[in-house]
C-alpha cells in the first residue's frame, strides 16, 4: 500500500462519487419536470465545483495514487474499497465531471418525456464514471464497469431515436461480451496474486503465457470500449440514436474508460505481452484513423459523421498509447481529453440542430450559416479543434502522437498522416454544407429568430474555453499526468530490459 | 559563403503582437458595422494605414542590425507562437501591408460599382487574410509560420466562393482542397519530424546554419526538403498549381490581393524561409539541393507562361502569369548564390506591385464595361487611357523592362546564373522572358491600336470610378518608384544575405 498517499479527513472521492447517489435518490421521490432539471444541475454543479478541489490538493511531484481511501469490503475473499488517483486518472475524473452540468442543459428542452427518470440515469451515470476512474480494487472497478451499462442502456433505449432497440441491445450485447473476459482476467490475477489490489497486481514477472492471455482479455474488453477497428460497429448505431446527451456521455466519457483501461491495466500489468502485441494494435489503430476518416467523409448524417470521427480520433489515441514512450503516452491522454471536450461539443451542436429542424441529415442543414451566425461561429471553431488545427487542443495531442510516433518510427507516423488529411476533408465538408450549402439550399429563413439562446451559448462556451485553453497553455494539463506517465514508461523499459527475449524487432 | 554566425540583437517588442491584432480587430469591427457601409470601410482603411505605419516604424530597428521578437504562448518546450520581425520579415510585412491600404479603397469602389453581395463578410475576410498573412510574415518558428498559413487558407475561403455561385462553389473547394490537403499531407509530417530531430522549431537567425542537425541522414534532410517544397502549396509550383487559376472566380480585388499577392506571396515566402531558414545555405551546398530545384521551377516558369499564351480570358491569363513569376522568387533563391537570392527576394516586391496594378486593371474594365476576355479588348485602350497606360507600366514591369520595378529582378538573377555557372538556367530565363513579351504585348498593343469589334460603338465607355482608378495609378506609380529607386526594399534584401 506504499502507492498510496492516504487522505486524512474529508473523503472527497468518495462524496464525488456518493453525492450524485444521494441526489439520484432523492428524484425517486420527488419527480415535478421542473424540479428534476434544477434538481440535477445543482447537484451536477456542486460535484463539479468540488471536483476542482481535487486539483487544487493534487501534487503534481509525484506517480503515486493521492486522495486514498482504504475501508474493508469483503474481508475474506480480501475485497476492498480502495479509491484514489494519479496524474492520468485525475483528468478523467474531470473531464467527467466538469462534462455533466453541460449534459444536462443540452437536455433542458430535448428531453420532454420521464425527466425525472432520465435526471436518474444520468446522476447514475455520473456515479459510475467516477467510480471506474478512481476504484483501485479491480473487484471494486468491475463493479462500476458493469453498473454504468444500465444507465447508458436506458438513456438509448427509453430516450432514443427510432432504432433505439437495435442500438441499445447492440450497445448492451458488446459491451457485456467483452467485459466477461475481463471478469476472467480479474479472477486469473487474483489466483495468481491473492489479491484484488491493483497496483500489487503491477510489474510482476509473470509468465508469457500468463501475460498474453490476460492482456488479450485485457484488449478485447477495452478495444470494444474504445472502439478499435473492427470493434467499433455498435458506436455508430449508439451515436445515432442516443439523446444528444447521452451521445455526449458516451463519447467524451465512456469511450476514454476503453484507453485508459489500457493504460492502466494492459501496460503495467502485462508489460512484456504489451511490447510483444504492440506491433499489431498499432496496425489496427492506423486502420482505425484511416477507415474511420473514409467512411465519416461518406456519411450524410451528421452524428453518423462525427461518429466516426470518433473511430480516426480515438486510433490516435490508441497509437499513442502503443508507441510506448513518454511524448506519445502524454500526447493520447491530452488527446483523450481534447476528444471529450471538442466530440461533445460537435455532438452538442449537432443536437441543437436537431431540435431545431428535426433531422440529422446534412442535406436538411445545408446554408444555416446565413441565419444562425453564432451557431455556425461556435461549429466552426469545434470544428476545426476537432482536425486538428494549430493553436486548438487535438493540435497538442496529434502533435505529441505523431511526434512520438515519429521517434519511434518514422514510417508508422507518416502512415497516420493521410488520418489528419481525412480529418479536415470531412469536418470541412460539414462546414462547407451547413454555413452555406450550394445553389439551391432550402429554405432556411425559418431559422432566423431560432439562432442560440442563453443556455445554450452556457453549454458551448465552456468547452470552447478548453478548446483554446489547451491548444494554447496546455503546459498544466501536462504537468499533472507526467510524474504517473514517465513512471508508467520507465518501468515498463525497466521490465522489458530485465527480460530481452521478448524485445521487439519493431520497437527498435 | 561560410558559416559567419550573426549572432543578432535581439530585442522584446510589444509592438509586434499589435502588428498582428490591428487587422484581427479590424475584422471584427468590421463584422459589427454590418449596416453602416461607409463607416464600415473607413475601419478597414484606418486598420490598413495603422497597420503600414506600424510596419515601417520597425525599419530603424532592423536597419540597426536588430531582432524583433515577442513570445505570444508558449506550448510546449521548444514549440510556442513568437512573433518575430527580421529583414526577411520585412521585406514580405511591407508589401502586404501597404497593399492592404491601396486594395481597401479598391475594392470600396468595386465592390460598390458592382453592388455585391455580403460587402461585410467580404471586409472581415479581407482584413483576416492580411492578419495571416502579416502573422507569417512575422513568424519566428516554423510552428507560428504554419499556424498563420492556415489561417490564410481558411480564411480566404469565403472570398474565393463568394459569388455562391455553382462556379464559385467549384473553385472554392477546390482552392481549400488543394491547400489544406498539401499542408496536412506534407507540411504536418514535416514539422513534427523536424521538432523530433532538433527539439524546437525556432528558425536561426542567420540564412547559413539552418535547423536541422548535421547528424541526420542525408535521405531525411531531402524528405524533408521535399516536403517542404510540396508542403507551401500556395507558392503554385506545378504540379500543385490548380487551385490558383480556379480561385479567379472570386471578385477582381480579391483575386488582386489575395491570389497575386497576399496568398501566394505566403505561399513562396514560407518556402524561402524554409529554404533558407529552416535547411540553411551550408546544408543546401552540401546536399545539392540546390540547382535540382532551379530547374525543378524552371519547368513551371516555362510551363505556365505557354498555357498563358494560350488563355483569352485576362484574369486567366494573370494567372499564369503569377504562377510563372512565383517560381522565379524560388529559382533564384534556389541557386544559393547571394545575388541570385538577392533577385528572387525582391521580385516578393516587385512583382507583388505589379501583378497587383494587372489584376487591378482587370477589374476596372470588368467594372466599366463588363469584359473579360481579351480579344473583346481591342480598342478599348482609347476609352480608357489611365488603365491601360497602368497596365501597360505593369506589363513591362513584368517582362523586366528598365526602369521598371521588373529589370531589378531579372538583372540580379541573371547575374545569379553566371555566378553558379548555369547556362541552361540563364536561357530559362531568356526564354520566359520572350514569352512574357508574348503574352503581355499583344493585350497593350490592340487596346490602344487595335479595331473595335464589331457593331461596338465608341462612345459610351469610359474610365471606371475614381475609386478604382486612383488606387490602380498609385500601384503603377510605386512599380516605376521601386525601379528607378530600389534601395527601400534592397536594404531588407540586402540585411538578409548579410
Known sequence: ?508 | MDAVSTTANIVTNSNLLLAVIIPLFGSVVVMTLRNNPNLREFVSFCSAALLLILVLSFTPAIMAGKCLVYPVFHLLPGLSITLRVDAFSMIFAVVSSSLWLIAVCYSMGYMRGLEEHAQTRFNACFALAIFGSIGVAMSDNLFTMYLFYEIVSICTYPLVGHHQDEEGYLGARKYIVYLTTTAKLFLLPAMILIYVLNGNLDFPHNIFTGMIPTDTKSWVVIMLYIFCLLGFTKNGVMPFHHWLPGAMVAPTPVSALLHAVAVVKVGVFCTTRAMLYVFGLNLMTRLNLGIPTAYYVSFTIIMASIIALSKDNLKMRLAYSTISQLSYIILGVAMLTPHSIQGGLIHIVNHAFAKITLFFVAGAIFVATRKKNISQMSGLGRSMPFTFGAFAIASLSMIGVPPVAGFVTKWYLLVGTMEAHQVGLLLVLIVSTVLNVGYFAPVVYSAFFGKRPEGEVETGIKEAPLTMVVPILIAATVTIIIGIYPNFMMQFVRAVTG
Open chain 1, 1 to 508: 500500500m506504499d502507492s498510496l498517499i492516504i487522505k486524512e479527513g474529508f473523503p472527497l472521492l468518495s462524496f464525488l462519487i456518493f453525492f450524485p447517489l444521494a441526489g439520484a435518490v432523492v428524484l425517486l421521490f420527488f419527480n415535478g419536470e421542473k424540479f428534476a432539471r434544477y434538481w440535477t444541475l445543482a447537484i451536477t454543479m456542486i460535484t463539479a465545483a468540488f471536483s476542482i478541489l481535487l486539483i487544487t490538493g493534487f501534487d503534481t511531484t509525484t506517480a503515486k495514487f493521492q486522495f486514498a481511501e482504504v475501508h474493508n469490503w469483503i474481508p475474506q475473499l480480501n475485497i476492498h474499497y480502495i479509491l484514489g488517483v494519479d496524474g492520468i486518472s485525475i483528468l478523467m475524473v474531470l473531464l467527467s465531471t466538469l462534462i455533466m452540468p453541460l449534459c444536462i442543459l443540452a437536455s433542458w428542452r430535448y428531453i420532454k418525456t420521464r425527466v425525472s427518470q432520465f435526471m436518474f440515469s444520468m446522476l447514475i451515470m455520473e456515479v459510475s464514471m467516477v467510480g471506474l476512474f478512481t476504484s483501485l480494487d479491480f473487484v471494486l472497478f468491475w463493479v462500476f464497469w458493469e453498473f454504468m451499462l444500465i444507465p447508458m442502456y436506458l438513456l438509448i433505449a427509453v430516450w432514443g431515436g427510432p432504432r433505439k432497440d437495435y442500438a441499445s441491445i447492440k450497445f448492451f450485447i458488446y459491451t457485456l461480451g467483452g467485459s466477461v473476459f475481463l471478469l476472467v482476467a480479474i479472477i486469473a490475477l487474483y489466483m495468481k496474486n491473492g489479491t484484488f489490489f491493483i497496483p500489487d497486481m503491477m510489474w510482476h514477472h509473470y509468465s508469457m503465457t500468463f501475460q498474453i492471455l490476460v492482456f488479450l482479455a485485457f484488449f478485447l474488453a477495452f478495444a470494444i470500449k474504445v472502439p478499435m477497428f473492427p470493434f467499433h460497429t455498435w458506436l455508430p448505431a449508439a451515436h445515432v440514436e442516443a439523446p444528444t446527451a447521452g451521445s455526449v456521455i458516451l463519447a467524451s466519457v465512456l469511450l476514454k474508460m476503453g484507453a485508459y483501461g489500457m493504460l492502466r491495466f494492459c501496460l503495467p500489468i502485462t508489460p512484456q505481452a504489451t511490447f510483444l502485441l504492440a506491433p499489431y494494435i498499432l496496425g489496427l489503430s492506423i486502420a482505425g484513423i484511416i477507415y474511420g476518416g473514409f467512411t465519416a467523409l461518406a456519411q450524410h448524417d451528421m452524428k453518423k459523421l462525427v461518429a466516426y470521427s470518433s473511430v480516426g480520433h480515438m486510433g490516435f489515441v490508441t497509437l499513442g498509447i502503443f508507441v510506448l514512450n513518454i511524448r506519445s503516452v502524454e500526447g493520447a491522454i491530452i488527446q483523450m481529453l481534447n476528444h471529450g471536450v471538442t466530440t461533445g461539443a460537435l455532438f452538442l451542436c449537432v443536437g441543437m440542430i436537431y431540435e431545431r429542424t428535426h433531422s440529422r441529415e446534412l442535406s436538411v442543414a445545408t446554408g444555416i450559416g446565413k441565419y444562425m451566425p453564432w451557431y455556425v461561429t461556435f461549429l466552426a471553431f469545434f470544428a476545426l479543434s476537432s482536425f486538428g488545427f494549430p493553436g486548438t487542443n487535438s493540435f497538442i495531442g496529434e502533435f505529441l502522437i505523431l511526434a512520438g510516433t515519429f521517434q519511434a518510427n518514422k514510417f508508422l507516423a507518416l502512415a497516420a498522416i493521410p488520418g489528419a488529411v481525412l480529418a479536415a476533408a470531412y469536418m470541412l465538408r460539414m462546414l462547407q454544407k451547413i454555413i452555406w450549402g450550394g445553389t439551391n439550399n432550402p429554405d432556411q429563413s425559418y431559422l432566423k429568430k431560432h439562432d442560440l439562446g442563453i443556455r445554450e451559448i452556457a453549454t458551448l462556451a465552456p468547452l470552447l474555453l478548453f478548446v483554446f485553453w489547451i491548444g494554447l497553455d496546455p503546459q498544466p494539463f501536462l504537468d499533472m499526468m507526467h510524474h504517473s506517465v514517465v513512471n508508467l514508461i520507465t518501468q515498463l523499459n525497466f521490465i522489458q530490459q530485465q527480460a530481452p527475449h521478448v524485445a521487439s524487432a519493431f520497437m527498435r
